[in-house]
């Protein structure tokens, strides 16, 4: 069974627009923060945004008025809305589940990742 499966990644122009979506399995999900991360060519895997089980938000200072994060309980499933894309946006992004209910900031913080998709963004 695979707890996390990520989508909606491909090619964008920048200025373009794409929405990630993270289908989790119902073990995985509840209870959990969750988490985008992204890892360029070369570069630690970082986190862009975070949403904690309550639906407080975090993002980092690079994507901030960009993207959105949010999550539906409901279908056990967390979005990445990314608009204004750059070409410096371009990397696989990772879905993570949490160890608890607040999404953190390090990669240790989580216990679930998805196989990644992959984002570029062409100038």
């Known amino acids: 069974q695979v707890d996390l499966a990520e989508s909606g990644g491909g090619l964008v122009q920048a200025g373009g627009s794409l929405r990630l979506s993270c289908a989790a399995s119902?073990?995985?999900?509840?209870?959990?923060?969750m988490g985008w991360f992204r890892q360029a060519p070369g570069k630690e895997r970082e986190l862009v945004a975070g949403?904690?089980?309550?639906?407080?938000?975090k993002y980092d200072d690079s994507v901030k008025g960009r993207f959105t994060i949010s999550r539906d309980n409901a279908k056990n499933t967390v979005y990445l809305q990314m608009n204004s894309l750059k070409p410096e946006d371009t990397a696989v992004y990772y879905c993570?589940?949490?160890?608890?209910?607040?999404?953190?900031?390090?990669?240790?913080?989580?216990?679930?990742w998805g196989q990644g998709t992959q984002v570029t963004v062409s100038s």
């Open positions: 993570a589940a949490g160890r608890t209910t607040v999404a953190g900031v390090k990669q240790n913080d989580y216990a679930h």
């Open positions: 119902r073990r995985t999900f509840v209870n959990s923060g």
């Open positions: 949403i904690n089980w309550s639906g407080i938000t």
